[in-house]
């Protein structure tokens, strides 16, 4: 478990359906990504297409 500001979870809200999730962190991304913003952007990359509309519902912002 990382330490330093880490509580190992994070949470995700769907505002579209109302569900809230936790899941643990990936510890790798943890430690290359530092800090809240560094891991966000990085989940971003992963489930977001680069092509996706700002404004379309497939964005998850």
Do not use: C, F, H, Q
Request: no cysteine; proline share 3%.
């Amino acid at each position: 478990m990382i330490k330093g500001g880490y509580m190992g979870k994070i949470l995700r809200v769907n505002l579209t359906n109302n569900n809230i999730e936790t899941e643990s962190i990936n510890e790798s991304w943890a430690k290359k990504y530092i800090g809240g913003r560094g891991y966000g952007t990085r989940i971003m990359m992963e489930e977001v297409d680069p092509k996706t509309d700002p404004l379309s519902e497939n964005n998850k912002i």
